[in-house]
């Protein structure tokens, strides 16, 4: 299976903020990776797809980058209602794997 | 829209076989491209993927839970169904069906359900 190790686990920032996430894949994935956010007690809502694209109706303070094994989410200009826990996701083998998550709290 | 919803019972006993099944509309499962998948999440914790259902009839499945999980279609109906045996408290989780769909090459689950959680207690 492909690992997916997200850090920091958790981070607290301010609004206004520029926040960085990174995830590591145990082996190349290309850009097979996925990034989603899962607001307290919702569904995961997927946001960055083939590691740099902003999905439809995302806000553009959301961007993605990264190929093979590294990558990285960066919310520029952190808002209150990007409290969340962000996930990122391969799929370029299966089984599809998920990171540990990244829990953003606002100060 | 696309939208997706999961039901079952929300407590099964251990050694137990859990159903779920997840309603969908929006989209056709027999269109080319087209998948749903299943996630769970334990309280507090991470996703797990379980497996996924294409178009096609093809499934995949984790090989951590292969021996267990089964998922099927109905197509008439709009809806998938997942199967796991020997239910355990382990599996206590909320459960998640996905819209899946290659953008442009790469497979995302960009429509879920609410989630429906199952708790695992005698």
């Known amino acids: 299976d492909i690992q997916m190790a997200q850090s920091p686990s958790s981070l607290s920032a301010s609004v206004g903020d520029r926040v960085t996430i990174t995830c590591r894949a145990s082996?190349?994935?290309?850009?097979?990776l996925n990034w989603y956010q899962q607001k307290p007690g919702k569904a995961p809502k997927l946001l960055i797809y083939a590691a740099s694209n902003l999905q439809s109706g995302v806000p553009s303070r959301f961007g993605g980058s990264g190929s093979g094994t590294d990558f990285t989410l960066t919310i520029s200009n952190l808002q209150p209602e990007d409290l969340a826990t962000y996930y990122c996701q391969q799929s370029h083998t299966f089984p599809l794997t998920f990171g540990g998550g990244t829990k953003v709290e606002i100060k | 829209q696309i939208t997706l919803k999961e039901s079952g019972p929300t407590l099964v006993k251990p050694t137990q076989t859990l159903t779920l099944t997840c309603t969908f509309s929006?989209?056709?499962?027999?269109?080319?491209?087209?998948?749903v998948g299943w996630i769970r999440q334990p309280p507090g914790k991470a996703l797990e993927w379980l497996g996924i259902?294409?178009?096609?009839?093809?499934?995949r499945y984790s090989p951590s839970l292969r021996s267990r999980v089964t998922i099927t279609r109905d197509t008439s109906k709009s809806q998938v169904v997942v199967t796991m045996t020997n239910m355990d408290p382990v599996d206590t989780a909320t459960y998640y069906c996905?819209?899946?769909?290659?953008?442009?090459?790469?497979?995302?689950?960009?429509?879920w359900g609410q989630g429906h959680l199952v708790t695992v207690s005698s």
């Open positions: 259902i294409y178009w096609d009839d093809d499934t």
């Open positions: 996905a819209h899946s769909v290659k953008m442009p090459t790469v497979r995302v689950f960009d429509y």
């Open positions: 082996q190349s994935i290309n850009n097979y």
């Open positions: 929006g989209f056709s499962l027999s269109a080319s491209g087209a998948g």
